[in-house]
């Protein structure tokens, strides 16, 4: 494991150990936690990117995608039930 040096504003410095204190833990492990959630964060956040774009792609290459309408019944549904199918892909291009 190597060592690094992080320099931080006071204030920030005495919320983090405020913060560590609440939780029980060392400021240390506070901040190791937290650089742990921004960078899974960040990769979470580029995967979604990522398969966006990539239906972005197969929608305008083959003409399909799914009626707004239709996402939004399935996503209450979801938030609802939990299992629900997804909606079916329909033509958008005339």
Same mark, same amino acid.
Request: charged content about 30%.
């Given at each position: 494991? $190597?060592?690094? $040096?992080?320099?931080?504003?006071?204030?920030?410095?005495?919320?983090?150990?405020?913060?560590?204190?609440?939780?029980?833990? $060392?400021?240390?492990? @506070?901040?190791?936690?937290?650089?742990?959630?921004?960078?899974?964060?960040?990769?979470?956040?580029?995967? @979604?990117?990522?398969?966006?774009?990539?239906?972005?792609?197969?929608?305008?290459?083959?003409?399909?995608?799914?009626?707004?309408?239709?996402?939004?019944?399935?996503?209450?549904?979801?938030?609802?039930?939990?299992?629900?199918?997804?909606?079916?892909?329909?033509?958008?291009?005339?």
């Amino acid at each position: 494991m $190597s060592t690094t $040096s992080l320099k931080l504003p006071d204030e920030l410095k005495k919320r983090a150990a405020n913060a560590a204190q609440e939780l029980g833990i $060392s400021p240390h492990a @506070f901040m190791v936690d937290a650089i742990r959630q921004a960078s899974h964060a960040v990769e979470q956040r580029a995967t @979604f990117v990522a398969q966006a774009r990539q239906a972005r792609t197969e929608m305008l290459e083959n003409g399909e995608g799914h009626p707004a309408e239709e996402v939004r019944t399935y996503l209450r549904q979801r938030l609802q039930d939990g299992q629900v199918g997804r909606p079916a892909k329909k033509p958008w291009r005339e």
